[in-house]
């Protein structure tokens, strides 16, 4: 439920949120309440990724992303997340998620979100997704033009590349540990 608040609060905010560029980054505005607290009284760890979502949907809809994925009939897929939580969020405290596209390669597109309080970073979630349509997934360089960009990926940290790879690899290894199909 308190996704849907979330995200129903942005989308009615969204009339005065001006469109940006696809390699902008966007500042999304929230504040802890009490369904997002864990045990020790601070947000949750799961919750991060929740409150990306919202992020990436006001991205989504001010980077005219929506747009290109309605002409595609396209939805998008959440492949692989990893966070790395550094401060903790209490009760009533406000704070912003800084996202923005980090970069894609030939399948996967890559965002980054941040979570800021007074100018440090509390926390970070990084995601891998991609557009799959009627016709199969959607090329991220194919999309990418469509927003307006040039089809090379600017140049990804080593550490997000690596990761991609880590999690290319853990595929194969569940792939493989999956007992033959009959048929």
């Not at 009490?34 to 919202?54: C, E, I, K, Q, S």
Request: aromatic fraction near 12%; charged fraction near 25%; glycine fraction near 6%.
């Amino acid at each position: 439920m308190n996704l849907w608040f979330r995200l129903l609060l942005m989308l009615l905010q969204r009339p005065w949120r001006k469109p940006v560029d696809a390699l902008t980054t966007t500042v999304t505005r929230m504040r802890v309440w009490p369904l997002d607290l864990d045990f020790n009284l601070h947000v949750t760890n799961g919750r991060y990724f929740t409150m990306a979502d919202v992020g990436r949907m006001d991205y989504v809809l001010r980077s005219g992303a929506f747009r290109v994925a309605l002409r595609h009939k396209a939805l998008p897929i959440v492949g692989d997340t990893w966070g790395k939580f550094r401060r903790e969020l209490r009760l009533f405290e406000s704070f912003e998620i800084h996202t923005r596209m980090l970069g894609w390669d030939q399948k996967w597109s890559f965002m980054e979100h941040r979570f800021v309080k007074n100018g440090r970073v509390l926390g970070v979630v990084v995601m891998r997704g991609l557009f799959r349509a009627p016709t199969g997934t959607l090329a991220p360089s194919e999309f990418v033009r469509e927003l307006g960009l040039a089809e090379q990926s600017p140049e990804m940290p080593k550490w997000l590349t690596d990761w991609s790879q880590s999690c290319d690899d853990m595929s194969l290894q569940l792939r493989g540990e999956e007992p033959a199909v009959q048929k």
